[in-house]
């Protein structure tokens, strides 16, 4: 393959990003874009001058060689669908949906079709979080605390627990995703939402949220998710081993040991090129580099989904081991 077709689903604000990307590799041609706003998806065509269509079917019968899938958490689900069954590769935009049903039946015909994909936990490109698992080889972790604290995003649905899942579900997916990756996967999670929105029309989501961790290599860590800011104020995993302390966030990663303290400065923007270079690569044959497949998104949408459980009910969850583990288990506390 010479060129990657590329088909976009979605035309906000992350599409529009991963447009740009693409459209700057020279072995990728964007052939149309499709979204259920059609004056969105008409600017996005505009601007990277590619067909705007009515819907998924009419885009897939483009022959695109990959679909980008960049839609709102409550859209997920009949677009992966067709996407699967047309035998399409395609990369999918966390999180890969609103609730853990729709997530586990899209893996589910993944793994049966075999499909090549990718979802966009870009953190994982971080040079900082390389050398953060090179510092962490042969530690025993003791201690792991992540935090997104951030302001409501300035779109409508995001409010809404039945459209975005929730601000652990839909911004705090990335912390997760790294501390599952840096310190092993959680087994318990108990946690509590304040009960309060943040004071935005129709919000019927928590404000914040706090959640202990218990994961199955001993360590044992919080979580704590806002949206009660007017900026982003921190969005970060600060991990304690014998002998060592990380704290890693998008834009730099401070280790402090036995030598003293020094930082490692990350490219959150290169990292952000790298997601999307590596699925080109795999697409076209000529790389393998992917990091995180559905089925390895769906392990971090399942706690993410158990941590939103827990603060519903203010019960303990406990998470089911294994790849295809099922529907988290609420239990009293």
Known sequence: MRVCRVGLVGAGGVARRHARVLSGFPDV????????????????ATAHRIPAYGDIGQLLAAGPDAVYVCVPPFAHGPIEEAVVAAGVPMFVEKPVAVDLPTAQRIASLVARRGLLTAVGHHWRYLHAVTRARELLAGRTVRLVSGAWLDRVPPVDWWVRRDRSGGPVVEQAAHVLDLIRLLVGEVTEVTAYGDGNPPPVDGADVDSVTAAALRFAGGAVGTLGAACVLGWKHRAAVEILADGLALTL????????????????????DGARVAVDRAFVDAVRGVGDDVRVPYAEALATHRLAMAVAESAATGRTVRLPSGATAAVPAVVDA
Request: glycine share 6%; charged share 35%; hydrophobic share 50%.
């Open 29 to 44: 041609e964007l052939i149309g874009v499709v979204d259920a706003t059609a004056r969105a998806a008409a600017d996005l």
């Open 249 to 268: 966030a998008e834009d730099a990663l401070v280790i402090r040991d036995a030598d003293g303290q020094r930082q490692l400065d990350a490219d959150p």
